[in-house]
């Protein structure tokens, strides 16, 4: 293939989950993990992993509250994650212009 | 990365991103409570009238519309949507909005004076349009659409109508154009939460 640099990729979005659970996040204000876990179609242990990930980058924030008596954990992205997904999309459409 | 898997992610973005935008939780649940409380509330008031206790419609409307608050504000509390976007937030702004707007005309304007009885029914009506247009733009459900005009064409006819008759027109529609409507959106949602990728 070409003189691409792979290493303009960004090694957190690597995986496809990871992206698609940002570019869920990048279109609402805040999701719960059912949600995400619809959006991204993977096991939930699979889901906190990735999101876990998502979180030590400083792509995403959670925040953990009781409603009712029950934990409810929401999940938005932050700047430094919109920074990163827009990056990543650019670096994406350098490689499809090759 | 080679070129093939790059144009798969870049569509993969857009899908995620276009579903997660226009996803929406009308869960029909408020609607449907609130149609059943108004057209009760429609229907006993205009009961209590033709059998001569109409002083006692005021406080039907009170005890129902009060409840009808009561379990709006306890659902906000404890059900909170699974996510949150442009779309949901105009949802219940608007409809709590129009919620507000139709109680301060209904109590307010009737007891001041400023709102003949006979005329809240075709003016609800006109707001119920508003709430249901909004809807139809937001979920991009057409045939919601035409029940805001529904909604719009009942309200002429009562203003034509401009006597107590408005009533059990306006306990019919809201059967029709709200609880059947909230039905139906019920009916999307569970869908929605079954398969939470179909819009």
């Known amino acids: 293939m070409t003189d691409f640099d792979y290493k303009q990729l960004n090694d957190t979005l690597q995986s496809r989950i990871r992206v698609a659970i940002i570019a869920a996040l990048v279109s609402v204000i805040e999701a719960d993990f059912n949600f995400l876990k619809g959006m991204v179609k993977t096991t939930d242990g699979n889901l906190s992993t990735h999101l876990r990930k998502l979180e030590d980058a400083g792509y995403v924030s959670m925040k953990k509250k009781f409603v009712d008596r029950k934990p409810q954990t929401k999940y938005r992205i932050t700047e430094k994650g919109k920074r990163a997904l827009e990056e990543h999309i650019n670096v994406l459409e350098k490689l499809i212009k090759k | ?199």
């Open chain 2, 1 to 199: 990365m080679d070129q093939q898997s790059a144009i798969e992610e870049i569509a993969l973005i857009k899908r995620v991103i276009e579903e997660s935008r226009e996803f929406t939780c009308n869960s029909g649940k408020e609607i449907i409570t609130w149609g059943i409380l108004i057209s009760i509330a429609v229907f006993a008031s205009y009961g209590a009238i033709i059998a001569g206790y109409g002083h006692l419609a005021i406080w039907i409307w009170v005890v129902i519309i009060g409840s009808g608050w009561i379990f709006s504000i306890v659902m906000g509390i404890r059900k909170r949507p699974s996510m949150e976007n442009l779309g949901v937030k105009i949802l219940s702004y608007v409809w709590t909005s129009c919620g507000i707007a139709m109680t301060i005309l209904g109590f307010a304007g009737t007891i001041s004076g400023g709102l003949e009885d006979w005329a809240i029914a075709p003016v609800f009506a006109t707001i119920m349009g508003v709430s249901f247009a909004v809807t139809a733009l937001v979920q991009k459900l057409n045939w919601v659409l035409y029940v805001a005009v529904a909604w719009w064409v009942g309200s002429l006819l009562m203003f034509l109508v401009r006597g107590l008759e408005t009533m059990p027109i306006f306990g019919v529609m809201i059967i029709l154009f709200m609880v059947i409507p909230g039905m139906l959106f019920r009916k999307q949602w569970r869908d929605q939460q079954a398969h939470p990728d179909t819009k």
